[in-house]
């Protein structure tokens, strides 16, 4: 059973940065793809982006070239880095675990979630 803690959420203005981290435990994140997902109010939850089990990495249209995800394996740690945030961007972010070795954008495949931390971006 892998349990999955999100952290770094908060309220930014347009603009500005923040990275968030999903921190593993109950199992080795470098084993899984690791996936982060947000969902705003009232829209389903939809894929930022992935970092697969074997590497590749995977960005949704609206983030890219603006988020970064990283896997700190000696930390178990997963961090996604968001830069020239807009207020579109205002959603709770959800850390996930998957066993599939491969990208994966679909939240069924993914068996392990986080709580969510809230991202507030003012315009």
């Known amino acids: 059973q892998v349990h999955l803690v999100e952290s770094g959420g908060g309220l930014v203005q347009a603009g500005g940065s923040l990275r968030l981290s999903c921190a593993a435990s109950g199992g080795t994140s470098s084993t899984y793809t690791m996936g982060w997902f947000r969902q705003a109010p009232g829209k389903e939850r939809e894929v930022v982006s992935v970092?697969?089990?074997?590497?590749?990495?995977y960005y949704a249209d609206p983030v890219k070239g603006r988020f970064t995800i990283v896997r700190d394996n000696a930390k178990n740690t997963v961090y996604l880095q968001m830069n020239s945030l807009k207020s579109e961007d205002t959603a709770v972010y959800y850390c996930?675990?998957?066993?599939?070795?491969?990208?994966?954008?679909?939240?069924?495949?993914?068996?392990?979630w986080g709580q969510g931390t809230q991202v507030t971006v003012s315009s």
């Open positions: 970092i697969a089990r074997l590497g590749l990495t």
């Open positions: 996930a675990a998957g066993r599939t070795a491969f990208v994966a954008t679909g939240t069924d495949r993914y068996e392990y």
